[in-house]
């Protein structure tokens, strides 16, 4: 059985994210789906640890400077259950090298929202871009579909907030 610790890391530059369209890796989970990169960790490895080896591993780029953002917790009927380390990157060095599991894209951060991404992935990229300092996400999964999904503990059924919605819950956030 995989370590159930795993890291996802949307590098910046220049207003966009590199992104990892996963086209190249048989039996893909996210097959087809647009991710930022990251891993499991090894055994004895802290999720830094693992952030940085994957992401050198998958862009040959060395990180310099990273921000842990959340903790998204993943509940799949059908592959069990993650605990994913969320970072963003805005420093590194190296040039970016061919990626076996899909293709590396620049992708202005404004259209991400427009990619084949899991729908859970579009509540932490909001947070990610209301600058939530840190956050604790929950997405349940059967299949494909987002049945449910809880930040810091409080449940939102499985229904992306409304914009009204969304200030509600940013307003929340600032008080907590």
């Known amino acids: 059985m995989k370590n159930p610790v795993t890291t996802l890391c949307y590098i910046e530059q220049n207003g966009c994210y590199l992104m990892l369209h996963r086209i190249k890796k048989k039996n893909d989970l996210n097959e087809h789906k647009w991710v930022g990169i990251g891993g499991h ?45 969320l970072y963003t990157a805005d420093a590194f060095e190296g040039s970016l090298t061919d990626c076996e599991e899909g293709v590396l894209e620049w992708v202005p951060i404004d259209r991400v929202g427009e990619l084949n991404l899991w729908k859970g992935d579009l509540i932490f990229f909001r947070l990610l871009r ?47």
């Open 41 to 85: 960790a090894e055994a004895g490895e802290s999720p830094e640890d693992c952030l940085v080896r994957e992401a050198l591993e998958e862009t040959g780029l060395r990180l310099l400077s990273y921000r842990f953002r959340g903790l998204v917790t993943f509940v799949s009927d059908e592959w069990g259950t993650e605990y994913m380390c």
């Open 130 to 176: 209301e600058n939530v300092p840190f956050f604790s996400l929950k997405l349940c999964y059967e299949g494909n579909r987002l049945e449910s999904w809880q930040l810091n503990g409080q449940e939102f059924g499985d229904r992306l907030p409304s914009e009204e919605k969304w200030k509600e819950i940013l307003d929340s956030l600032g008080s907590v």
